[in-house]
């Protein structure tokens, strides 16, 4: 009887530890991996090790996904929010809500390098609703909208360039004013420990290689503009009073011209550890 009785408890401690395990947790799923190409892996909350992502597996609040050389993905989550992922990426979920008695959406994500397209419904923007990204050098402020979230290492600058809707984006430092707010077919950069830039035109050919890397359809060097996302109708912008609107000018990074003339493939080097 005492035997068996030790017995039970031995297997309810063993449950209690099994659950407390990252690989075991019933944590909330927040996302789910809806399109991969190559190698996808996530750091799960707590773990030490990143662990390799099957389509259609769940991603909850504190994990940070990972795509590989050659490799990308699109998370859609519960609200709708669509995340196209470039290769070389890194993404952490800091916090993901959604209140629908309130028609209120909290997200909070940061993108520690590479690129990204976020497609955000219109739905729960209700008041008090937050949906922004941070970056090593800027934090965007999302209001239900289609934008790119670029991440470019040297020099460090983080470029935004929205095709729907309309992005606030400041310096991520709270101690560096000026913040600018972004219209369809807009763009900025924003350097590290300096404001943004002013909004500017983004122009065809810079933005369709972006897009092209963040597209989660497979053959997607034969789609045009428009099915790659691009809207109709001349730019806009939407910026505070007295911000004069800048006459288009060459990009602050580089306009990829192989778009026009393609060269062969080059190599990338082996990226650093999984964490």
């Not at 934090?139 to 239900?144: H, K, P, Q, T």
Request: avoid cysteine; proline fraction near 11%.
């Amino acid at each position: 009887m005492i035997r068996n009785r030790a017995k039970i408890y031995s297997m309810i401690i063993a449950a209690f530890i099994i659950a407390a395990l990252p690989e075991f947790s019933m944590a909330e799923v927040v996302a789910k991996l809806t399109f991969m190409r190559g190698d996808v892996d996530v750091l799960k909350l707590g773990a030490e090790r990143a662990i390799l992502l099957n389509l259609g597996d769940g991603l909850n609040t504190g994990d940070i996904l990972r795509t590989k050389s050659k490799s990308r993905a699109q998370l859609t989550f519960t609200d709708g929010t669509k995340l196209n992922i470039a290769q070389k990426s890194r993404i952490e979920i800091k916090a993901f809500d959604i209140d629908t008695a309130r028609n209120k959406r909290t997200v909070l994500l940061r993108s520690f390098r590479g690129k990204f397209r976020a497609i955000v419904p219109e739905e729960f923007a209700g008041e008090g609703s937050r949906f922004e990204v941070e970056t090593p050098t800027a934090v965007a402020i999302v209001r239900g909208t289609d934008w790119l979230n670029i991440i470019n290492p040297l020099p460090l600058s983080t470029e935004e360039m929205v095709l729907r809707g309309s992005v606030a984006v400041r310096n991520v430092k709270p101690g560096i004013a000026g913040e600018v707010i972004l219209g369809p077919m807009m763009g900025t950069s924003v350097p590290a420990n300096r404001p943004p830039t002013p909004p500017r035109r983004v122009r065809l050919e810079e933005l369709i290689p972006h897009l092209r890397d963040t597209s989660p359809v497979k053959d997607d060097q034969h789609l045009s503009p428009e099915e790659l996302g691009v809207p109709r109708g001349g730019p806009q912008i939407i910026s505070e009073p007295g911000f004069a609107v800048p006459p288009v000018s060459p990009p602050v990074t580089d306009t990829y011209p192989e778009i026009l003339e393609p060269e062969p493939p080059v190599e990338e080097p082996p990226l650093e550890s999984p964490v």
